[in-house]
């Protein structure tokens, strides 16, 4: 994988089995397996790979280091919405992330942000830790990208833990 090191792919690949393993709170919705979360997780080395970003796999082996902090979380990625992405005076996209709790006691987020241009193309990402979210409440950070991003920019939530 030119661009990418087979570290970085190999840790972002992890860091979605790992998801998929965490399972899902709620039975109503298709839990991805986790071989399609290991197609996912390749599809998205992939396409990180060919763009040829070193800043850009640098940001992604990143947010598999941080997804790991959240071992033994549970998929709530219904729990969480983003705001408007805006560019900051450096160029960086921001967004604003609510986690919303629905357990009974206080609970820690890890969301991971993915920005894409209008195609759809992943430009950066990152991954937001929201700690000691209360019972039932919730919750509030911005993320912010790592790299100076230009003309329409997107963003959605890759991954998000409760643990």
Known sequence: ???????????????????????????????????????????????????????????????????????????????????????????RATTTVTARNTASAAKSFAVQVNFTDGGGNLLDVVVLMVKDVAAHGSGHGTARGNRRLHGEVRANVGTALRY
Do not use: F, I, Y
């Open 1 to 91: 994988m030119a661009g990418l090191g087979g570290r970085g792919a190999a840790g972002a690949a992890l860091a979605l089995v790992m998801v998929s393993a965490a399972g899902c709170g709620n039975d109503s919705q298709h839990s991805p397996t986790p071989a399609e979360q290991a197609a996912s997780a390749a599809s998205a080395a992939a396409s990180l790979a060919a763009r040829g970003g070193d800043a850009l796999a640098s940001a992604s082996a990143e947010a598999g280091r941080r997804l790991d902090e959240a071992k033994g979380g549970l998929n709530a990625k219904d729990q969480v919405s983003l705001g408007a992405v805006t560019l900051d005076g450096d160029g």
